[in-house]
């Protein structure tokens, strides 16, 4: 009898899997907009170009306040002791793509050799550092999601090397009454290696302290490090997902 019943729900289940077609699962709900993807210094054709090399600074101003004093040339140079900056426009999720580079004549050690940072939202660093043969805790080498995730490798070029970051962040979403809803998240591929691969952050990167989260914006503007050091920047573009 049990065999008989066992038969019965299987043939049933074949039967089902027959008389389904495959059109079934497919989807037409969302066209996917077609988007040009980039070549050499070209951007994909939906991303904001932040910093082309033109000299312009349009989306940028100062991180405290006044004008930016970077070197605006065909690359962007912080100016040690001059504050770090901001884009005029405020992101949230974004895929992001920006182009470094480290003083080729190396200079200090540690945390002081070509330090600078890409803080999403002005609060999460992705640390931009010399880590080629250059030792430092691994959680403030370059790759890390500073004091937070150590990168699964290192990626990096020697000095004076231009080096490339694509990121993808999810910014984190908090409730009415401040509470977090959910974390932000951070994908690095850097040099075309993945270096962070979907990793939660535990909050703003912070010097000192354990991170923790306070509630803030949807969206805030992207900021550039100035750490001292004359770190260059190029073909920075974003992608607001
Ligand atoms: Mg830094």
């Known amino acids: 009898m049990k065999k008989i019943i066992t038969l019965l729900i299987l043939s049933t289940v074949v039967l089902n899997i027959h008389c389904q077609e495959p059109e079934e699962t497919e989807s037409w709900s969302r066209i996917p907009a077609v988007v040009t993807p980039g070549t050499g210094t070209q951007p ?14 349009d989306n940028w101003v100062a991180e405290k306040k006044g004008a930016v004093k970077w070197i605006a040339e065909e690359f962007l140079t912080v100016v040690p002791k001059s504050g770090g900056i901001k884009t005029k426009k405020s992101f949230g999720d974004v895929q992001l793509h920006v182009e470094w580079r480290t003083p080729e004549v190396m200079k200090g050690d540690g945390q002081g050799r070509g330090n600078s940072g890409i803080f999403l939202m002005g609060k999460y660093e992705l640390q931009v550092l010399d880590s080629y043969e250059n030792k430092t ?28 970051y694509d990121i993808i962040f999810t910014a984190p979403q908090f409730k009415e009454d401040g509470s977090l809803e959910s974390p932000a998240y951070m994908t690095v591929i850097q040099n075309g290696i993945l270096v962070q691969n979907h990793v939660e952050l535990k909050g703003p990167t ?28 190029r073909n920075i573009w974003v992608r607001e997902l």
């Open 137 to 164: 805790y691994y959680n403030g080498q370059a790759g890390s999601i500073y004091k937070q995730h150590i990168p699964l490798v290192n990626a990096c070029l020697p000095p004076g090397t231009w080096q490339a």
């Open 44 to 57: 994909p054709s939906d991303a904001i170009m932040l910093y082309g090399g033109t000299g312009d600074l």
């Open 206 to 233: 912070a010097f000192i302290g354990k991170p923790k989260y306070k509630s803030h914006p949807g969206k805030l503007p992207l900021m550039l490090q100035e750490h001292s050091n004359p770190v260059s920047y």
